[in-house]
């Protein structure tokens, strides 16, 4: 049996034939993410979402060229970021990505408090903890609390992701939305959309729409005549752990441009972490923005910016910097790559600064320490006790550079099962689709 899977992103719009007999992942096809609005004031980041089901409805069609017997389309999508729909599932509002930046404008002239200032102010900490620690500028709540707060949040309106809304237009569908996209929605104890968080934020107007499962499908997409089921999109990073297959009794850690650890639980157990829902009604405890390759690049990127300027660009500067790190030694050089907003802060600096030590190979290994050392940190926050007795590695970096590795095996003293998956999403699409 084949299936199409699609993977919503924020840079492409990515999807392929899910072969359940041979387990593949195959022809893979991509459209470029929709451009933001253009006119927008700084740190708004809004996109057209009718685009966005375009260019979805595109790589589709490419699929079925490959796959005309394919049974149904399964779909993930970014997470975060919001719009509005009408009762008849039209678009009253761009795309608001969770890429916008625009709750963290003061809230009024000369105060030095921000818009998600406010709303954590408004929340108990038992609303914060049930709604699973989540408050990001780029949250849905945040953004929709905004737009109240601007009379631009349109009465009875229905509050989707950009995936509920592409499958909803492209089935002619009424949107709903499944937990695992719910992030700082839910009530986690209750399972429920979390109406007295809404009120707190002057949201209780607003349509909520209904949940979807993991088996049935939330419409049907005719096409080339055909009658495609579709289902609900879930997580990308709930997509990307299953598909790396994680299990309970591992704790996963990712190490790529963004960077995470995670781990399944069977009941709902907060911690110094975030919560999100995983499948089956069980929990997923979760630490997003840990510095990793989008820090590394920043430096990779002052290295090689003379040879840029002399109009002579490196083409295997991270080939170099590979082989520098094999036989460097740090001597005292200390990297903190929190060169952006992250789980442990926001303010990076390199110091502990020699004549002898200030080389590639040696400013790497220190950062390859702080990767490290971060992950533990971050895995004694999920739980001080460890409930796991394997890590599950995944993610480009564990495999391109050997020493970062060999740290993070010298500070976890439990078996590493390394993950060589590349198309880690479009793998957990094919197992949901092949688990039925």
């Given at each position: 049996m084949r299936f199409i899977g699609i993977d919503i992103g924020s840079t492409s719009i990515k999807g392929a034939v899910l072969n359940s007999e041979s387990g593949q992942?195959?022809?893979?096809?991509?459209?470029?993410?929709?451009?933001?609005?253009?006119?927008?004031?700084?740190?708004f980041h809004e996109v057209d979402p009718i685009a966005v089901t375009q260019r979805t409805h595109a790589v589709i069609l490419e699929l079925l060229k490959h796959a005309p017997d394919a049974g149904s389309v399964?779909?993930?999508?970014?997470?975060?970021?919001?719009?509005?729909?009408?009762?008849?599932?039209?678009?009253?509002?761009?795309?608001?990505?969770?890429?916008?930046?625009?709750?963290?404008?003061?809230?009024?002239?000369?105060?030095?408090?921000?818009?998600?200032?406010?709303?954590?102010?408004?929340?108990?900490?038992?609303?914060?903890?049930?709604?699973?620690?989540?408050?990001?500028?780029?949250?849905?709540?945040?953004?929709?609390?905004?737009?109240t707060r601007h009379h631009a949040l349109p009465h009875a309106a229905i509050p989707v992701t950009i995936g509920d809304f592409v499958i909803s237009q492209l089935c002619q569908s009424t949107p709903v939305m499944h937990p695992t996209h719910g992030i700082g929605m839910i009530n986690l104890l209750t399972q429920d959309w979390h109406h007295e968080a809404f009120h707190a934020l002057d949201l209780q107007h607003l349509r909520w729409p209904a949940f979807a499962s993991d088996?049935?499908?939330?419409?049907?997409?005719?096409?080339?005549?055909?009658?495609?089921?579709?289902?609900?999109?879930?997580?990308?990073?709930?997509?990307?752990?299953l598909g790396i297959n994680l299990q309970a009794n591992e704790l996963s850690i990712?190490?790529?441009?963004?960077?995470?650890?995670?781990?399944?639980?069977?009941?709902?157990?907060?911690?110094?972490?975030?919560?999100?829902?995983?499948?089956?009604?069980?929990?997923?405890?979760?630490?997003?923005h840990i510095p990793a390759g989008r820090s590394l690049n920043v430096l990779e990127s002052l290295l090689t910016e003379l040879s840029r300027?002399?109009?002579?660009?490196?083409?295997?500067?991270?080939?170099?910097?590979?082989?520098?790190?094999e036989t460097a030694q740090t001597d005292g050089l200390t990297c903190d790559l929190s060169f952006f907003a992250s789980a442990l802060g926001f303010s990076g600096n390199i110091s502990g600064i020699t004549t002898e030590n200030l080389t590639v190979g040696s400013l790497f290994l220190a950062a390859f320490d702080y990767m490290a050392d971060s992950y533990l940190t971050c895995?004694?926050?999920?739980?001080?006790?460890?409930?796991?007795?394997?890590l599950a590695v995944s993610g480009g970096l564990v495999q391109a550079f050997a020493p970062l590795r060999q740290r993070l095996q010298a500070r976890f003293p439990w078996p590493m099962r390394e993950v060589s998956e590349q198309e880690e999403t479009l793998t957990g699409l094919l197992r949901m689709a092949t688990a039925g």
């Open positions: 992942v195959e022809h893979i096809a991509r459209e470029p993410f929709p451009n933001p609005v253009t006119g927008l004031p700084s740190g399964r779909f993930c999508s970014q997470m975060g970021g919001v719009l509005l729909v009408d009762h008849s599932a039209q678009p009253l509002t761009n795309y608001l990505s969770w890429r916008d930046q625009r709750t963290l404008l003061p809230v009024a002239p000369g105060s030095t408090a921000s818009l998600l200032d406010e709303i954590q102010s408004r929340f108990s900490q038992q609303i914060f903890t049930e709604l699973g620690k989540e408050l990001k500028p780029g949250s849905a709540t945040a953004l929709l609390h905004w737009l088996t049935q499908p939330v419409g049907t997409l005719h096409q080339q005549g055909r009658a495609l089921p579709c289902f609900a999109a879930i997580g990308d990073q709930q997509a990307a752990l990712n190490a790529s441009t963004g960077s995470q650890v995670s781990q399944i639980t069977d009941k709902f157990q907060p911690a110094d972490c975030q919560t999100r829902c995983w499948f089956g009604g069980r929990f997923l405890n979760t630490i997003t300027l002399a109009g002579q660009p490196l083409q295997n500067s991270w080939q170099l910097i590979a082989q520098a790190t895995s004694q926050r999920l739980s001080p006790q460890p409930q796991w007795n394997q």
